[in-house]
């Protein structure tokens, strides 16, 4: 009985400690790491760091030695052609390009996503749909009217991982900018697992999320006939 009551009362003592401090909390399921980089590569631009920051998190949960399946390499996941195009655009070497390398990630990725801004006339979403589908990609659906090219309309675009994408990185933006009051640079608040236990609830959600609109969406088309 007494260890029943101890630890109902650790659990209460938490659930206050949280209601008080749940930014300070919710901060170590979201960190941020490599601020003095972020923070070199888009203090020269209309960047948010906070944007790239959020990117990062998705792209490779700050994982600089993140390769996916395909060959997308770093903190930014850029593909080694993307990268090499970017270089040569910066005049930089591109023999012995080091994509694992924060720094050279984080620079070729943030003038990569600034460009794709500018291409597509200052629209997030879009630029942030061509970074994960590609530049190509994105334009035809615009072209073609399968997809209005906003957020309203995400459902629209044709690869699911591109919808998903696009959900998630605003959404832990979102998160960013909430948690840490918009502030850059943000204080350091972390615990080693909690953010690995953060990003999969996250993902998680969105999936789950995702399928819920699909079955909302099927169910509409059915009633409709």
Known sequence: MRLRWNLLSILIMLIV???????????????????????????ATPLDPYLVAALIRVESNFQPDACSLKGATGLMQL????????????????????????????????????????EFGGNLVVALAAYNGGRGNVARWLAEQRWNGRLDGVNDIPFLETRLYVQRVLGVYTWYVRLYRGVWPPPVTELLFLPNIGRHIESWWHRGKQILERYRHLLGSVSSR
Not at 26 to 36: A, D, S
């Open 17 to 43: 400690i949280f209601l008080l401090n749940w930014q300070v909390v919710l901060r170590w399921f979201y960190p941020i790491r490599y601020v003095g980089e972020i923070s070199a590569h888009t203090q």
């Open 79 to 118: 593909m080694p052609e993307t990268a090499e195009w970017v270089a040569g655009r910066l005049g930089l070497e591109i023999a012995g390009l080091d994509l694992i390398d924060p720094d050279t990630n984080i620079r070729l990725g943030t003038w990569y996503l600034m460009m794709l801004l500018e």
